[in-house]
Nanobody, 126 residues
Framework: QGPLVESGGGSVQAGGSLRLSCAAS????????MVWFRQAPGKEREGVAT????????FYVDSVKGRFTISQAYAEKMVYLQMNSLRPEDTAMYYC???????????????????WGQGTQVTVST
């Protein structure tokens, strides 16, 4: 397993909820920007939420504001993405990634993040 391991994906109906987890064990956790990206077939990878591990500052892309919540358990080196009111357009492979230091501004670029997990699939049906 790599330094970041995602879990929690699955298939749900529209309006349902899922909680994704990212385990950063084996990785130096402090002073990191942790991010959730997603990539749907045929589309570019999109950053949806970030959290700076040193102060819990968060950011959300407009399309998930009010529905998704990113959080961390610092001592356990875990990052979570609680996804509520899921929509079919949320269907994608979701990736956890990390970069050193505070989180960059919008738009989030995949090239900024040096460490990636293997991804977990989220499928939302109508």
């Amino acid at each position: 397993q790599g330094p970041l391991v995602e879990s929690g994906g699955g298939s749900v109906q529209a309006g349902g909820s899922l909680r994704l987890s990212c385990a950063a064990s084996g990785y130096i956790y402090g002073d990191k920007c942790m991010v959730w990206f997603r990539q749907a077939p045929g589309k570019e990878r999109e950053g949806v939420a970030t959290i700076y591990t040193s102060n819990d500052n968060t950011f959300y892309v407009d399309s998930v504001k009010g529905r998704f919540t990113i959080s961390q358990a610092y001592a356990e080196k875990m990052v979570y993405l609680q996804m509520n009111s899921l929509r079919p357009e949320d269907t994608a492979m979701y990736y956890c990634a990390a970069a050193w230091g505070p989180c960059p501004g919008s738009p989030l670029r995949a090239s900024t993040f040096a460490v990636w997990g293997q991804g977990t699939q989220v499928t939302v049906s109508t």
